[in-house]
């Protein structure tokens, strides 16, 4: 159900509203439905900014807004007001799926038209949220503007303090790196989210949503104060964002709250865009998997041809028949297709021909008939030309075989060379497959994608995506310390779902790989269900691993797709519990960094007058990530809403708790 009260203010009453007590300074607000947040526009001098206030208090101090462009007017000054107009939204929507069954979207928004003395226009859009504030620029198609080649967008965001960072550089091809904790002052170039605490204890985040066609936005240090400006990518010629008017730029999004897991609970980004796009969406099924993936990361297998071959008939049909036992719903075979041996070069894959040993036909009948769904895999090596020319011919022989699910990915530099996995160029290219692989009813999940920007509520197709320095580190690399999955559900996952391909258990395996390994306990592993979202969900170790292992069971058991999140308790980079609900059961996931620590938690959350029975997957009492990270207990017990639950991590750990209601 949708209703929205717009009105429409005329220009006189616009003008009276108008403040300012500088001169030459016009100020309009946008105020958040509990009246706490605001964000505030101003011309200046013929200088549009903005500033945002909570409480009363600065966040954003007077920063500047516009665009410079090639053989164009400028448009950051000399601008007057020519109207505007105001809206509250008040709607409420149904995702298709998601971390809660039903969301709110209430804000105060106010359109202002801004007029240059040559005649231009442009619309700033500002947008009041209680759990932060967004703004949007529009120009529309006018003389003087058809087209456009931006070289500059000029936004600022000059935040107040030197408030503590979590971050990762800006990089305009991957995500993939460790979060630091700094001091603003010491922040370099920081990719979004970057998230951020004030002295105070307020939490803020700075993001951008509905990135549609437009380069990605990095932020980097301005030389003065705590300010950070917008760093668009770039083209290979330097331009940052070209096309035909009207120019619609993403949201540019200040998530706040005061407690951390206020960030998570917000919805603010899929609020920012569309409802979705598709009439008929029963086909999209979130689903945890497996896969023939990580036996090539540690080793055991190999993407090419070879004696170590992973995506054989014979070993894919093992999975599909794993996955039918255990109720997993997919199963993702890599390295199914010729070209593995000269992946990175132009050409190198075709997308349509099995390698000899993968019966690609009989594979994908063997998995429909027995209810599982085979993920495909497009590896581009970031060949863009060649995937553009044979994408669809791939996603019809898919659709033709009932393969519903593809992983995507873009590992190496863009084709044609100077491009990059986040200009304008790539986002084009992103949302082109997104589109592609909805007309042919097929899900996707990303790797080396663009940024999340809340586009699953358009195009819930957009399953999920990689984007961040996932589980595969550990298999090849010094591997992601014990903090990092306690900083990613506040920077990262503020974005949206993340492919993070967890539930490793044999967390050392020793016999592929000595000197590589994960940083983590055994009951972190199945904490990271619950902390982390994701649609599609890997169970990413060896199926031998998960064979006859009690601890599998909650694999099984927890849901991908849910209908309720609550973030318990967190402190970023030190802990996070998150409890999340599906039906009448609801999951606890309490995860730590290398601190061992006892928290105990109400159990509130529970239906009042119910017994619940809990299935507990906790750190066993010896058990630590870096000695004896295999150790970990199961218990059951039953609790009601009354009581309250001990919460015991290892040095690395982590603890799962299933609650199933007793019949009465
Ligand atoms: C990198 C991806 O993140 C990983 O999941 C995949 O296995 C390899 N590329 C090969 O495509
Ligand atoms: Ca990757």
């Given at each position: 159900m949708q209703t929205y009260v717009v009105s429409i203010l005329g220009a006189v009453f616009a003008l009276c509203m108008f403040a300012g007590s500088a001169v030459g300074k016009e100020a309009v607000t946008a105020l958040s439905p509990d009246g706490r947040t605001a964000i505030h526009l101003a011309v200046v001098n013929g200088r549009p900014c903005y500033s945002v206030t909570r409480d009363g208090r600065r966040i954003v101090d007077d920063s500047r807004l516009g665009f410079l462009f090639l053989e164009r007017e400028p448009l950051n000054r000399g601008f007057t007001v020519r109207g505007m107009g105001e809206r509250q939204v008040d709607e409420s929507w149904e995702p298709v799926w998601g971390s809660d069954a039903h969301v709110e979207n209430r804000c105060h928004e106010v359109t202002v038209t801004l007029e240059k003395g040559s005649g231009l226009t442009m619309d700033v859009i500002i947008r009041a949220y209680n759990d932060g504030v967004a703004f949007r620029c529009f120009v529309p198609d006018q003389e003087g503007f058809r087209s456009f080649e931006m070289v500059?967008?000029?936004?600022?965001?000059?935040?107040t303090g030197d408030h503590t960072t979590w971050w990762i550089p800006a990089d305009f091809d991957s995500y993939e790196h460790i979060y630091r904790q700094t001091r603003l002052a010491n922040v370099e170039a920081v990719a979004t989210p970057v998230t951020m605490r004030t002295e105070e204890g307020l939490y803020i985040s700075i993001h951008e949503a509905n990135l549609t066609d437009y380069a990605g936005m990095t932020l980097r240090k301005a030389p003065v104060g705590f300010s950070l400006e917008c760093d668009l990518v770039p083209w290979p010629d330097g331009i940052k964002v070209r096309g035909g008017a009207p120019l619609v730029t993403p949201w540019r999004t200040i998530q706040m709250s005061d407690t951390p897991g206020g960030l998570v609970e917000s919805h603010i980004i899929e609020n920012l865009n569309e409802p979705c796009a598709l009439k008929d969406h029963s086909w999209i099924k979130p689903m945890k998997y497996v896969g023939i993936w990580w036996g090539m990361h540690i080793g055991k297998d190999t993407w090419s041809q070879g004696e170590n071959h992973g995506a054989t008939s014979a070993n894919t049909r093992k999975m599909i028949d794993f996955a039918a036992e255990h109720g997993i719903g997919g199963v993702l075979v890599e390295g199914w297709n010729t070209g593995w041996e000269t992946w990175g070069s132009a050409g190198a894959f075709d997308y349509i021909t099995p390698y000899p040993d993968f019966d690609l036909e009989g594979l994908a009948a063997y998995a429909r008939e027995r209810g599982v769904v085979l993920i495909g895999h497009h590896e581009t090596g970031g060949d863009i030309p060649t995937y553009e020319d044979r994408v669809e011919e791939a996603f019809a022989l898919y659709e033709r075989l009932g393969i519903r699910a593809v992983k995507t990915g873009y590992a190496?530099?863009?084709?044609?060379?100077?491009?990059?996995?986040?200009g304008q160029w790539m986002v084009r290219h992103y949302r082109s497959i997104v589109r592609k692989a909805a007309k042919h009813h097929i899900m996707l999940d990303v790797h080396e994608p663009i940024k999340p920007t809340g586009i699953r509520r358009t195009w819930p197709n957009m399953m999920t995506r990689e984007g961040v320095r996932g589980m595969e580190y550990n298999a090849w690399s010094d591997g992601n310390p014990p903090e990092h999955t306690t900083i990613l559900p506040f920077t990262r996952m503020l974005a949206g779902p993340l492919d993070y391909t967890p539930g490793i258990f044999d967390i050392t395996f020793d016999q592929y790989k000595p000197d590589n390994r994960v940083h983590t306990t055994l009951a972190k592993q199945l904490a990271l269900y619950v902390v982390l979202e994701s649609p599609l969900q890997m169970a990413a170790d060896l199926i031998e691993n998960y064979e006859n292992h009690p601890a599998f069971a909650f694999i099984q058991a927890v849901p991908c797709d849910w209908d309720e999140t609550r973030v318990l308790s967190a402190a970023i980079g030190d802990h996070v519990t998150i409890v999340r609900r599906r039906g009448q059961e609801w999951f606890l996931g309490s995860i730590t960094d290398e601190e061992p620590r006892t928290m105990v938690f109400a159990l509130d959350f529970l239906e009042r007058g119910a017994t619940y029975e809990a299935t507990v997957y906790s750190d066993g009492p010896d058990a630590d990530w870096l000695t004896n990270p295999q150790s970990y207990e199961i218990r059951t017990l039953a609790v009601d809403a009354s009581e309250k639950l001990e919460v015991r991590l290892a040095a690395g750990g982590g603890e799962a708790v299933r609650f199933v209601p007793r019949a009465p």
């Open positions: 500059s967008e000029e936004t600022e965001f000059r935040l190496g530099g863009i084709f044609p060379r100077g491009q990059h996995h986040h």
